[in-house]
């Protein structure tokens, strides 16, 4: 699986957009960019993901550049609630054995 | 559906001690997933299954064993505890298709002193 890169944190005023970045460079035409979240050392917490297209759920918003070299998980209208590490993960998709590595993840603190 | 259930969530042990983490889940799912998680870092995958039966190693699998006799259950076993395995330690499990999405216990922290 490809390797990512975030930022180690990012802060964002509540009821602001939260913008985090994540380069994936070496990225392969079969893996998927997923995105999970873990709060206060709970367990991960799937968001989102996509393979190329833009996509959008009821918790967040994932952009994909044209060439996939990177992305952006967007918060719309960050809560104190969305404090925690996010982690952007690739790995390629369908019925690959579903194994993530998580690496450091980016650290969102949301202040009032 | 409760998920993904571990017990227990605390426990300190003793070096050379053994004990084993238990996971069960109740969605049905074919694959299931050990992690630890030392303090500041990311999740490091020790063990997964992908059915009854069938188990093979992750990134960091010396000093653990498991076993999958059912679908359900996926028992993490710590053999000889050590202080390097003082840590985080999160089951997971999945379908085999579809989202690709895990889905988390609420983890059991292990001391070894």
Redesign the interface.
Known sequence: DAKTTQPTSMDCAEGRAANLPCNHSTISGNE?V?W?RQIH??????II?GLKNNETNEMASLIITEDRKSSTLILPHATLRDTAVY?CIV?V???A?????????TRLMVKP | NAGVTQTPKFRILKIGQSMTLQCTQDMNHNYMYWYRQDPGMGLKLIYYSVGAGITDKGEVPNGYNVSRSTTEDFPLRLELAAPSQTSVYFCASSYPTGTGELFFGEGSRLTVL
Do not use: C, D, V, W
Not at chain 1, 41 to 46: A, V
């Open positions: 998927y997923y999970y050392s709970q367990g991960p917490q799937y993901h982690y790995r998709g369908g019925n054995g579903n194994m993530l590595t998580f690496g450091g993840g």
